[in-house]
């Protein structure tokens, strides 16, 4: 599902954007770009696009430098970065806040609230607080629930999640929460090479597209178009996330 919220934040990045750059000449050209990685702190990499020809407008480079911008923005809470005490509900949003802030789509929006903590616990998506402190395993959970919701309903969260819960949640066994997590975000981090790939695969089949189309219209419809596919994408994905969790739910015969 975080490949799902990963072309989602791509896609939003985009019509945010288009609605907010100062329009001007064609931004898109074929066959532009190559990449080098960077050397960074993140658990993400930084891309940088180098020129190759001259059919790459800087608005093009602008353009794509900033969507992977918003690629490496996207982070995940590291479990020894969790502090080794238990927190109260305060500490807890402002512990989401800092470590998760970088994914934000608007600077005023909210990682986490203390009435989305509470809707949580009532959905059983989250299990209750001791003595209104929330553990290590609270966060982590918390994580999984931040990316979920982005694209899952409550209730099949609630699927997904049960069982989880059921079976790792402070409990003693060979498979602690701590390693299901970081065995998940070990597996999500390798995707980020191919899944980056293809977005900028998408980007240059969007360049491509409507080159008959009047010059001042080409810059929309190649967004519209990248943005399409991207979404296809997001929606293919969901359909199959959706069906695994029908056959979840299922009681069984």
């Not at 008959?212 to 990248?226: R, V």
């Amino acid at each position: 599902s975080t490949f799902c919220t990963f072309y989602l934040h791509v896609s939003k990045h985009l019509f945010l954007q288009y609605n907010t750059a100062p329009r001007g000449r064609q931004a898109f050209a074929g066959d532009f770009c190559c990449f080098r990685k960077n050397p960074f702190t993140n658990s993400f990499k930084n891309y940088i696009i180098e020129r190759r020809g001259d059919k790459m407008t800087i608005d093009t480079k602008d353009m794509l430098n900033s969507i992977l911008a918003s690629i490496s923005r996207i982070d995940y809470i590291k479990p020894e970065e969790i502090p080794g005490i238990d927190l109260y509900m305060d500490q807890v949003t402002t512990f989401m806040e800092n470590h998760l802030s970088a994914s934000k789509r608007h600077t005023d929006d909210k990682i986490l609230t203390k009435t989305m903590i509470n809707n949580y616990a009532k959905n059983d998506l989250l299990p209750p607080p001791v003595k209104k402190k929330y553990t290590k395993e609270h966060l982590l959970m918390l994580t999984f629930i931040y990316y979920f919701k982005n694209i899952l309903s409550i209730n099949d969260i609630q699927v997904l999640l049960g069982p989880l819960t059921e079976k790792y949640f402070n409990k003693d066994g060979e498979l602690s929460l701590t390693d299901i997590y970081n065995e998940i975000m070990h597996l999500e981090i390798k995707q980020i090479d191919p899944l980056t790939k293809d977005i900028v695969r998408k980007y240059k089949m969007a360049c491509d597209s409507y080159e008959n189309a009047e010059e001042e219209n080409q810059d929309f419809l190649k967004k519209f178009a990248f943005i399409c596919m991207l979404s296809f994408d997001v929606y293919v994905k969901k359909q199959v996330i959706e069906k695994l969790i029908d056959d979840m739910a299922e009681p069984k015969k």
